[in-house]
């Protein structure tokens, strides 16, 4: 059952056309995640779903309820902003009983609460602080305290994590899983960071130029990418050029530059239209360079560059028949040895990881 | 030491600031009754004499009630165009902006006689406190809108959102978290305001009724010699009070620097 | 439809904004635009003592032109303007610089508070003490008698348009020493380090790479002298003379004393036009420091 649905949701600044004819339904209970560049629309789409833009047109139904014309303060949806604004002159006890105070609790109970949300995000015992004084990680949990606190039907998160360092950011996305997890509401996150949304969510919507360009859980979106574009935001690709050479019942058959030919299932082809000239993408884990064995397809290729991580190592290896080089990752393993610069060596590949764009 | 020939110069400078307000309480503690160096003994006579003065005693509240009705006005006036301006994106903003501040690079002389003309020729009305307070909230509101707008941008939008999406109305939000952050600069452009009116006189010495503002009053005792000593104790005694008001002003100007949280660039304007 | 709803969606926020600085502006708009139309427009009237002629003429207008005494009091009012602005700007940026590049951050508040402080001393007293300071046997001249500089009271200092120069550079130093401190804590410090890194010495940086940047900051104050100068009628009628007597005290006059508003009107509007016309002339000259 979807808590949130978006019917046409059309927005624009001016003659700036932000939003796009947005269509989107987001389960109850799900983390959600808004991915894109910079001025893709992810953040508009948040603002509209909590009510601090209007759309220019469509309809936009939380819990079963229009909301057009229910301001943001009626909306069953609580926001942690990017700055987390944080009252700066109230304590982090009053910031976080803030949203609190029109139900006119008794104190006790109201302390109660406080404290059982500050519990919750790990910041027992601070209440009495004043709010100046915290630290980045420190702001983003009292945020989070004064969100939830109000058991909002939604929770939205606009790039709640871009403030913080790598450290605290990599602790701050489990402990935002295992958060969500245990009050088992609506997230929804907007961000840039898709190392971010793959670890953190359920499905994920990637958004370019106020438009959903893939709607997919993690693992499809980084393995079947719809668009040469969406393959290329999540994660890296490997492009290849590629011509149709033979259709088959199970599989067809392409020729692509720098690897000869390949068959490839239908469940790998674009959806809808089809041309004889492809592009198949590659992500550095589909290739791999051969140290045993003679598999049944390997193609020659010089090392041109590498970058040495510790556990893999990226290789920039160039084909024949290709303009510029392809980029593998192998795993570190003593037996084996990182490959030096101008290194000769076979590149072999997974067929069935092959993802064909329409041209 | 660093910047020698600088400090030595700025200090040189400090000292041609500082002359004449030196000089004013010397002469406000000088038995002798010229203004004129050598100095005769130590006396308090003068203060003394200041309590006697009726037209004084009008002058002053006359004056105090001006300032008071000035600094509201310019207050309220303030928050509305620096909060327009900070928060809204409307039509003909540089222009409407650009028109409110023209009385700060305004000769005064000018708002003096053009608001003189229309009270006096064109409407036919009585020179009153009103005309002084009319003229003064002109060009105070500038300066309230200076001081507050820098308070009003300092503030994240995001908090008066977060209010909203918390619960509260935008009247809510507004009064309950933008106006307490903000209040160290009210208080502060309250208290410039007041300062500046009090010690306004070109335009009150054209504007003023028949009641005198306190500059007006001492222009006109600056005429008589032998009254000299006493507007000196006066002096003194009104920038004691500047002073006190002033810090006041500084005062919260910094809380309010403090509360948003932001670092703290100095002084005022 | 989609155009419409784009138009509603505009003016709910301009309307806000609007609705709110609405009463600032109005106040303004009643109380200074139409007083000055109302300037403006009496000064092609005139007056006989009481009644005042509204028939349209350009008389006062001829008269202002062609009487020497209006002529010779602009053409002073522009030139010891001019003058006060230039001392003033003159001995101001070396305190701001130093305040700037020479006072460590937190002490800084400090003395931009000790710079304003003398200013909020009453306008009228301060000049009048500048007036004792000058005076025959005031501060300055019994100063350096004693000390045997000089063995006789000097005159030229005070009565004349040199003691309102220097009552002006008094007054206006904290609205100078301000603009151009806060450009000069606009600029990154490290600017000024590349220029050294590219082989500029001290001097040079400063004129390469200081001074332009605080320019927008020096304009600023300029202006904020200049412009307010020309209205001033205390400090020429306390300290000035009869040869130290400014456009301002002719308004005052012609108002206040000789009953002749139209005539003053019209002195009015010619100063401000002055004024406006030199402020824009400097203006465009230094335009390439203003983007």
Request: proline share 5%; net charge neutral; aromatic share 10%.
């Amino acid at each position: 059952m979807s808590i949130i649905s978006l019917k046409a949701i059309e927005k624009y600044y001016g003659d700036y056309h932000a939003l796009k004819g947005i269509d989107c339904e987001i389960a109850e209970g799900e983390f959600f995640s808004l991915l894109g560049p910079s001025g893709c629309g992810k953040t508009t789409l948040l603002r509209v779903i909590a009510g601090f833009e209007d759309v220019s047109s469509g309809t936009v139904v939380i819990g079963g309820q229009n909301m057009a014309g229910v301001p943001a303060n009626k909306r069953p949806t609580n926001m942690v902003f990017q700055s987390y604004a944080i009252f700066p002159h109230l304590s982090v006890a009053e910031n976080v009983g803030y949203g609190l105070r029109r139900a006119r609790l008794p104190r006790a109970e109201l302390a109660e609460k406080v404290n059982g949300a500050l519990k919750m995000v790990g910041l027992e015992g601070f209440g009495g602080r004043a709010s100046h004084a915290l630290s980045g990680g420190q702001r983003q949990r009292v945020a989070l305290a004064r969100a939830l606190i109000l058991e909002p039907k939604v929770l939205l998160l606009d790039e709640p994590l871009s403030a913080l360092d790598k450290k605290m950011r990599e602790q701050m996305q489990t402990e935002l899983r295992r958060l969500q997890r245990q009050v088992g509401i609506t997230f929804i996150l907007v961000t840039h960071d898709q190392e971010e949304a793959l670890i953190m969510s359920d499905r994920i919507a990637v958004m370019f130029e106020g438009e959903i360009a893939q709607l997919a859980a993690p693992q499809e979106l980084y393995r079947r990418p719809l668009t040469r574009r969406v393959g290329e935001f999540i994660g890296v690709m490997n492009f290849l050029d590629a011509r149709q050479v033979d259709t088959g019942i199970s599989q067809v058959r392409f020729d692509v530059d720098g690897l000869g030919e390949v068959e490839i299932k239908p469940e790998q082809l674009p959806k809808g239209a089809r041309s004889f000239y492809s592009v198949v993408g590659l992500r550095p884990e589909a290739l791999s360079i051969v140290y045993d064995g003679s598999p049944k397809s390997a193609v020659p290729g010089k090392v041109v560059d590498l970058s040495y991580y510790g556990d893999m190592t990226y290789y920039e290896v160039q084909l024949e028949g290709t303009s510029s080089p392809v980029t593998i990752s192998m795993k570190n393993l003593t037996s084996r040895p990182v490959l030096e610069r101008g290194a000769e060596t076979q590149v072999t590949w997974d067929a069935g990881s092959l993802v064909v764009f329409a041209s | 030491m660093k910047g020698g020939w600088l400090r030595i110069y700025a200090i040189g400078y400090l000292v041609f600031l500082y002359l004449p307000v030196v000089l004013l309480p010397m002469f406000a503690f000088n038995e002798g009754t010229v203004i004129a160096f050598p100095l005769k003994g130590f006396t308090t006579e003068w203060f003394v004499q200041l309590a006697g003065i009726e037209a004084l005693h009008g002058a002053l509240l006359n004056s105090v009630f001006i300032a008071l009705v000035t600094a509201s006005l310019s207050v309220i006036f303030g928050i509305c165009a620096a909060r327009a301006s900070t928060r809204f994106r409307f039509p003909f903003k540089g222009p409407i902006m650009g028109a409110i501040m023209v009385p700060l690079v305004l000769p005064e002389i000018i708002v003096a006689v053009s608001l003189l003309v229309v009270v006096v020729q064109v409407l036919d009305l009585p020179l009153s406190a009103w005309t002084v307070i009319a003229g003064h909230t002109l060009i105070c509101t500038p300066f309230a809108i200076a001081i507050l707008s820098s308070a009003f941008q300092g503030l994240d939008q995001s908090l008066e959102e977060a209010a909203v999406d918390l619960g509260e109305t935008r009247w809510g939000a507004f009064k309950n978290i933008i106006l307490p952050l903000v209040s160290p600069g009210i208080v502060a452009s309250f208290l410039i305001c007041f300062t500046i009116s009090l010690d306004e006189f070109i335009i009150a010495f054209f504007l003023t009724g028949a009641e005198p503002t306190l500059p007006v009053y001492i222009w006109s005792q600056l005429r008589f010699p032998t009254k000299i000593p006493a507007v000196m104790a006066l002096g003194t005694l009104m920038l004691v009070a500047s002073l006190i008001i002033l810090s006041v002003a500084e005062y919260y100007r910094r809380r309010g620097v403090e509360r948003v949280g932001g670092k703290d660039s100095g002084g005022f304007l | 439809m989609g155009v419409r709803t784009i138009a509603t969606r505009l003016d709910s926020d301009a309307k806000r904004g609007l609705l709110l600085v609405s009463p600032t502006a109005v106040y303004v708009l009643l109380l200074l635009a139409a007083p000055l139309a109302a300037v403006v427009t009496f000064s092609f009237w005139t007056q006989d003592f009481l009644t005042i002629d509204r028939s349209f003429t350009l008389d006062n207008y001829r008269e202002a032109f062609t009487d020497p005494l209006y002529r010779v009091l602009m053409i002073r009012s522009l030139v010891i303007s001019g003058i006060v602005t230039v001392v003033t700007v003159v001995l101001a940026f070396p305190i701001a610089y130093f305040v700037s590049f020479y006072v460590p951050p937190e002490r800084k508040a400090l003395w931009i508070f000790l710079i304003t402080i003398p200013f909020w001393t009453s306008y009228l007293l301060r000049v009048f003490l500048w007036k004792v300071i000058l005076g025959f046997n005031g501060v300055l001249n019994s100063g350096l008698i004693s000390l045997g500089l000089i063995d006789e009271p000097i005159t030229f200092i005070l009565y004349n348009a040199n003691a309102v120069v220097i009552t002006l550079a008094h007054a206006f130093a904290p609205f100078t020493i301000l603009p151009i401190y806060v450009a000069l804590e606009k600029i990154d410090r490290s600017l000024l380090e590349a220029s050294r890194d590219l082989g500029e010495n001290r001097v040079t940086t400063f004129f390469r790479v200081t001074l332009p940047l605080a320019m927008p900051g020096v304009i600023a104050a300029t202006l904020i002298v200049f412009i307010p100068t020309i209205g001033d009628y205390v400090t020429p009628r306390l300290v000035g003379g009869p040869n130290g007597l400014m456009i301002a005290n002719m308004i005052q006059t012609q108002f206040l004393k000789l009953n002749n508003a139209p005539m003053g009107a019209t002195l009015a509007v010619l100063a401000m036009c002055a004024v406006t016309a030199i402020s824009l002339i400097f203006v465009l000259m230094n335009r390439r420091y203003l983007r």
